[in-house]
């Protein structure tokens, strides 16, 4: 029999996975501190390093106390573990370290991301940014919050309508020429730089406005601030204009998005054609 994720669920659901999150943040900011950060690279080219497998070891074990028992993908969950997913309605996804990069460079752009999936769709998550003590959460029946260093929490909202000219948000560490050619296409805006996922966290919060990813991501890297943004009134959608959803294909990486905060513009209008990251596998 499957529980109902209502409000009072939710909500204790949020506070348990910040806790986790700060707990996860802790274990990192002990390698950070350290000369030696432990880089490997993976068989996918992207780096790892200790304090990505610390922070997984601390909120695997957490989320497995949890009275709500559900499966969990982490981004560094086991193949065979990745394999089973496809069988999953509900579940727990999780970055552990979102921005690995930024890690490595010491520049304080990175995040613990836990989401809860329900059939595709990303009900609730935690961003918690251990450099800065910013918590970012939300979940589809309590709304966006944000809270400082676990002082009290302020309820968040994308900015509507959107400022002029817009505030973008784009990658620090992964330039696309495709977003280039989209922001030809947008005309006069305001370009902000970003690692992880605080590009999304920035319109939850109504500091921008869009942020055009023309580029591979997976689903653990969206899926915790895609919740906060619809918690706070926006949306994360493919380019052709439908809902990004989670765990409903047979691979793992998104299709192109965009993350709005005024939804009343056309933006995905602006997407140039061409061949996609996706395309590029078929």
């Known amino acids: 029999m499957s529980i109902t994720l209502d409000k009072n669920l939710q909500a204790q659901l949020r506070q348990?996975?910040?806790?986790?999150?700060?707990?996860?943040?802790?274990?990192?900011?002990?390698?950070?501190?350290?000369?030696?950060?432990?880089?490997?690279?993976?068989?996918?080219?992207?780096?790892?390093?200790?304090?990505?497998?610390?922070?997984?070891?601390?909120?695997?074990?957490?989320?497995?106390?949890?009275?709500?028992?559900?499966?969990?993908?982490?981004?560094?969950?086991?193949?065979?573990?990745?394999?089973?997913?496809?069988?999953?309605?509900?579940?727990?996804?999780?970055?552990?370290?979102?921005?690995?990069?930024?890690?490595?460079?010491?520049?304080?752009?990175?995040?613990?991301?836990?989401?809860?999936?329900?059939?595709?769709?990303?009900?609730?998550?935690?961003?918690?940014?251990?450099?800065?003590?910013?918590?970012?959460?939300?979940?589809?029946?309590?709304?966006?919050?944000?809270?400082?260093?676990?002082?009290?929490?302020?309820?968040i909202k994308v900015r509507t309508p959107a400022a002029s000219p817009p505030i973008v948000v784009g990658s620090r560490s992964h330039p696309s020429p495709r977003v280039q050619a989209y922001l030809e296409n947008l005309g006069e805006h305001q370009l902000t730089a970003m690692g992880s996922s605080l590009k999304l966290c920035l319109i939850a919060a109504g500091k921008a406005d869009l942020y055009p990813r023309l580029g591979p991501t997976m689903e653990w890297d969206t899926a915790a601030a895609h919740a906060v943004v619809q918690a706070a009134g926006g949306r994360v959608i493919a380019t052709d204009g439908s809902e990004l959803t989670y765990n409903q294909r047979d691979i793992l990486l998104n299709p192109e998005f965009l993350v709005l905060g005024d939804q009343q513009i056309n933006w995905q209008k602006l997407t140039p054609p061409g061949p996609t990251h996706i395309d590029a596998l078929t």
């Open 16 to 155: 348990s996975c910040i806790e986790i999150a700060h707990t996860a943040g802790e274990a990192i900011l002990l390698v950070y501190q350290e000369d030696d950060l432990g880089v490997e690279i993976k068989s996918d080219t992207s780096p790892l390093t200790r304090a990505d497998i610390a922070s997984h070891k601390v909120i695997v074990n957490a989320l497995e106390k949890l009275a709500l028992k559900l499966p969990i993908l982490s981004e560094e969950s086991t193949e065979s573990e990745i394999a089973e997913r496809r069988n999953w309605q509900r579940f727990w996804l999780v970055d552990p370290l979102d921005g690995t990069k930024e890690f490595i460079k010491r520049n304080g752009e990175f995040t613990v991301n836990i989401a809860l999936i329900d059939n595709g769709q990303p009900v609730l998550g935690v961003v918690y940014v251990p450099a800065s003590g910013y918590c970012y959460s939300g979940s589809t029946a309590e709304g966006a919050f944000l809270s400082i260093k676990q002082q009290a929490e302020t309820k």
